[in-house]
């Protein structure tokens, strides 16, 4: 398992899907997830510290799992099979749940639990950006500091 990062997310055109953007902690490979607009607002919400007035649902899962002192300790992307990811919540010593990654992701960033990724996930979906494409990853960091999490309303 490598453990990634959360780049950020965004919506791709011409489709309007909204993607999550991972990225190897300790190398150079980029992880895109295809997600859903209400996952993709989840996100982009506790990465911009929006706080709702009412719980969203990770946020739900999150004070449930604290009330139950069941923490999350990780959260694990383990396959890709028809180009669906798989991911796993590693809950307390032994728990481990089946959750689609981006569901994973969001809780993850609300309660501070690393994002990991099977190496043969990262192999086989995962990219390296050349450097004269760098300038596109500065590009996509700064459309996330002016994107809102309303953005992805559908």
């Not at 453990?3 to 190398?27: A, H, M, T």
């Not at 990780?74 to 798989?86: M, R, W």
Request: proline share 6%; charged share 30%.
């Amino acid at each position: 398992m490598r453990e990634l990062s959360v780049v950020g997310v965004r919506v791709e055109l011409p489709s309007n899907q909204p993607i999550v953007l991972l990225r190897e902690v300790d190398g150079d490979r980029y992880l895109p997830i295809w997600i859903g607009a209400v996952e993709a607002t989840a996100i982009a919400y506790e990465q911009q510290g929006v706080k709702p007035a009412r719980p969203l649902t990770h946020d739900l899962l999150r004070d449930i799992l604290t009330a139950l002192d069941a923490p999350l300790k990780a959260v694990e992307i383990t396959e890709l099979k028809d180009n669906v990811f798989y991911a796993d919540l590693l809950i307390g010593d032994e728990l481990r749940v089946s959750a689609r990654p981006s569901d994973s992701i969001a809780l993850a960033l609300r309660v501070g639990a690393p994002i990991r990724c099977a190496d043969q996930v990262l192999t086989e979906a995962g990219i390296v950006i050349p450097d004269e494409q760098e300038d596109e990853v500065e590009k996509f960091r700064e459309f996330l500091d002016q994107v809102r999490p309303e953005d992805f309303a559908g």
